[in-house]
């Protein structure tokens, strides 16, 4: 018997939750070997789900609701669900469909193999915008080239784990958590699947642009200190240009004498120098604030309550 234990981070899916529901048990209620829990985290939704979810019936999976007190990001609903996930294998999944059900015997059948990690791999983004495929791709490359460990490119939250890689993840302490960082981090045996990846099944994504370019600060802040030191070689470059120049206009002042041209160029200088040293304490300040905000200890999120109904396997 294996247990398996789904994370569905859920934030206003009330329309999608049943399909959802029905798409899986399809998939697992046929396996037999497999004894499945669905911990459904209620990421502060402003909708009906909670009240979905806890309607939800679906023998012989046993539905854990983690309610929690707001909205904190899928971030941190992932990380209450595997604080509540039970499964020798635990595999995040989002409510929408996105991450196809179907994908989960094959992943199952890689770590009977001996993988610990099984990645699914999105090799179809078809689905998605351009301007979210170009970004996401953007991102990618920046992140992977000045931040490491290096994240598989195309890569979400849906994977499965073994519970070595869950205990590695819960005993990781930080309380700003980019998952998709995190879960590079901890390593072990990493097998990959490829899948198309479909369109939501109902309602509307919940990271617009602004929300995505922060989140993407988030994971090159979290995983490389490369932005803070790049200064100091700037600052490096740009004094050894100014002293070059400043020798330069000595030995002219000796042979020329002294004239008042350059108020252009000076503007400029001075202009374009202010903006990269506002740049790089905007930099510092990214930092120091995560800095700030990680030294308060909060903890990642609050639980209202737990709902368990225990069904039998
Ligand atoms: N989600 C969440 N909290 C949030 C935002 C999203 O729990 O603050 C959940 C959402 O309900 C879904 C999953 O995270 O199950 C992925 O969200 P979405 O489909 O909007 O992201 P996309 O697929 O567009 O990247
Ligand atoms: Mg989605």
């Given at each position: 018997m294996?247990?398996?234990?789904?994370v569905?981070?859920?934030y206003n899916?009330a329309?999608?939750?049943a399909l959802?529901?029905?798409?899986?048990?399809?998939?697992?209620?046929?396996?037999?070997?497999i004894?499945t829990?669905?911990?459904?985290?209620n990421?502060?939704?402003t909708?009906n789900?909670l009240?979905?979810?806890?309607a939800?019936k679906?023998?012989?999976?046993?539905?854990k609701?983690?309610?929690?007190s707001?909205n904190?990001?899928?971030?941190?609903?992932?990380?209450?669900?595997l604080q509540n996930a039970g499964?020798?294998v635990?595999?995040?999944?989002?409510?929408d469909l996105q991450?196809?059900p179907?994908?989960?015997?094959a992943m199952?059948?890689?770590?009977?193999e001996?993988?610990?990690v099984?990645?699914?791999?999105?090799?179809d983004?078809a689905a998605d915008?351009?301007?979210?495929r170009?970004s996401?791709?953007?991102?990618?490359?920046?992140?992977n080239?000045i931040?490491?460990?290096?994240?598989?490119?195309?890569?979400?939250d849906?994977?499965?784990?073994?519970?070595r890689?869950?205990e590695?993840?819960?005993s990781l302490?930080?309380?700003q958590?980019f998952?998709?960082?995190l879960?590079a981090?901890?390593?072990?045996?990493?097998?990959?699947?490829?899948y198309?990846?479909?369109e939501r099944?109902?309602g509307s994504?919940?990271?617009?642009?602004?929300?995505?370019?922060n989140?993407?600060?988030?994971?090159?802040?979290s995983?490389?200190?490369?932005?803070?030191r790049v200064?100091?070689y700037?600052?490096?470059v740009?004094?050894?240009?100014?002293?070059?120049f400043?020798i330069g206009?000595?030995?002219?002042?000796?042979?020329f004498?002294?004239?008042?041209?350059?108020?252009a160029?000076?503007?400029?200088a001075i202009n374009f120098?202010g903006g990269?040293?506002?740049?790089g304490?905007g930099i510092?300040g990214?930092?120091?604030?995560r800095?700030?905000?990680?030294?308060?200890?909060?903890?990642v999120y609050l639980?209202?309550?737990?709902?368990?109904?225990?069904a039998?396997?």
């Amino acid at each position: 018997m294996i247990e398996l234990s789904l994370v569905v981070p859920v934030y206003n899916e009330a329309d999608a939750l049943a399909l959802f529901v029905q798409r899986v048990g399809a998939v697992l209620r046929p396996l037999t070997e497999i004894s499945t829990e669905l911990v459904f985290v209620n990421d502060g939704s402003t909708d009906n789900s909670l009240d979905v979810l806890l309607a939800l019936k679906a023998p012989p999976f046993r539905i854990k609701v983690v309610d929690l007190s707001r909205n904190f990001g899928k971030e941190a609903a992932l990380t209450a669900g595997l604080q509540n996930a039970g499964g020798q294998v635990v595999v995040p999944i989002d409510a929408d469909l996105q991450d196809p059900p179907e994908l989960i015997p094959a992943m199952i059948a890689k770590w009977r193999e001996g993988y610990e990690v099984v990645l699914a791999r999105r090799v179809d983004r078809a689905a998605d915008s351009w301007a979210k495929r170009a970004s996401a791709s953007a991102f990618y490359r920046l992140h992977n080239k000045i931040a490491s460990p290096q994240i598989p490119e195309n890569v979400g939250d849906f994977r499965l784990m073994d519970r070595r890689v869950v205990e590695a993840l819960k005993s990781l302490p930080e309380s700003q958590r980019f998952m998709k960082g995190l879960f590079a981090w901890v390593g072990f045996r990493t097998a990959t699947i490829d899948y198309a990846r479909p369109e939501r099944s109902a309602g509307s994504t919940k990271f617009n642009g602004w929300r995505l370019w922060n989140f993407a600060i988030e994971g090159v802040t979290s995983f490389s200190s490369y932005p803070l030191r790049v200064w100091t070689y700037l600052g490096a470059v740009v004094s050894l240009f100014s002293f070059l120049f400043a020798i330069g206009v000595v030995i002219r002042v000796f042979l020329f004498g002294i004239d008042v041209p350059g108020y252009a160029s000076l503007f400029v200088a001075i202009n374009f120098l202010g903006g990269v040293q506002l740049i790089g304490i905007g930099i510092l300040g990214e930092y120091l604030g995560r800095n700030y905000f990680e030294s308060k200890r909060r903890p990642v999120y609050l639980v209202r309550h737990i709902y368990d109904d225990q069904a039998k396997q």
